[in-house]
């Protein structure tokens, strides 16, 4: 038996189809994208280097010649055995005279000179084998007081302008990366006691910098971990 009030009974709402659908693509795409993106990049950067050095190679020792295609990768096997012999023969007396006199000749030239040492410049400070890195992440106040941004802590000023600073103490060289590449950023030379260390590792705070401070360290651990924590 019904009433004229079970007529007016709201239907309940219908769960959306699709939605467990959604859910899955996004978890899928979210786990493809890195992925893909990854050898993509990897693909172009084989591919770039290949159209770069095959071309330098005579015809008929082009790799079509051999194995009748295109093989993908040769260029770059063959760049990294020419730089490796570069490599070697430059750590040789001869190869440091050849060199210095070719930087002898170039130093002749006003244009090509220039450009030289600049490219010269940035590959040593990107490629060149060196012990030296940031000493540990910190906390500085930045760009005003009571607004905190994290650094890197790289070695203590020197020279003139630590003697030229009108400070108490030594100055402290900082480098404060910029969200989300932390390649680029500013230095700036903090007092020894205005610079807060943290005990967290450089690679925990260069990932709290790229993830815009989405990803903290500690973020990993397992629930159960978590859990036991808290009650402690």
Not at 115 to 144: D, H, M, N
Not at 184 to 189: D, E, Q, V
Not at 196 to 213: F, P, Q, T
């Amino acid at each position: 038996m019904t009433t004229p009030f079970d007529e007016l009974q709201v239907p309940a709402k219908k769960p959306r189809r699709f939605a467990g659908l959604r859910a899955s693509f996004l978890t899928g795409l979210v786990v493809i994208a890195p992925v893909g993106l990854t050898l993509w990049l990897m693909w172009t950067i084989v591919g770039w280097v290949d159209g770069f050095v095959l071309p330098l190679i005579p015809h008929q020792y082009q790799p079509e010649e051999y194995f009748g295609i295109n093989l993908r990768g040769v260029g770059l096997i063959i760049f990294l055995i020419f730089t490796v012999v570069v490599g070697w023969i430059a750590k040789g007396l001869i190869g440091r005279s050849l060199i210095l006199f070719a930087e002898s000749l170039v130093n002749r030239m006003p244009v090509v000179r220039s450009i030289y040492s600049g490219v010269k410049q940035i590959a040593e400070t990107v490629f060149a084998q060196s012990e030296s890195s940031f000493e540990k992440a910190c906390l500085i106040q930045y760009p005003r007081k009571d607004i905190w941004a994290i650094g890197f802590i790289s070695i203590e000023a020197k020279g003139e302008i630590n003697q030229k600073a009108q400070t108490g103490s030594n100055l402290v060289s900082v480098f404060v990366p910029t969200t989300p590449n932390p390649t680029s950023g500013f230095l700036l030379f903090f007092p020894r006691e205005d610079v807060i260390e943290l005990d967290m590792s450089i690679e925990d705070a260069a990932k709290l910098v790229i993830s815009a401070g989405l990803v903290y360290p500690g973020q990993g651990k397992p629930a159960e971990d978590r859990t036991k924590s808290r009650a402690t």
